[in-house]
């Protein structure tokens, strides 16, 4: 999955400001850049592919309607 540099620091930056909230210590550059790569590779295929099944599911539905709907234009 690609993003750009400022959408990645923005995710870096936002996972130090959650540890430093929870834990109440500091999460170097390091330690963020490292917990973002293990989400960006466990995580975000997950989420993907949720996303795309549900996405799929709802072009599905739109079809079937659109299908019963040009139905009832039939001649008989």
Do not use: W
Not at 41 to 69: F, G, H, R, W
């Amino acid at each position: 999955m690609k993003i750009s540099k400022a959408q990645k620091d923005g995710i870096i930056e936002k996972l130090q400001s959650y540890y430093f909230d929870t834990y109440h210590e500091e999460l170097g550059l390091i330690g963020a850049e490292n917990m973002y790569s293990f989400f960006m590779k466990e995580c975000a295929p997950v989420i993907y592919n949720t996303a795309l099944k549900d996405a799929k599911y709802v072009v599905e539905q739109q079809m079937a309607s659109l299908t019963e709907e040009l139905d009832v234009l039939e001649k008989r």
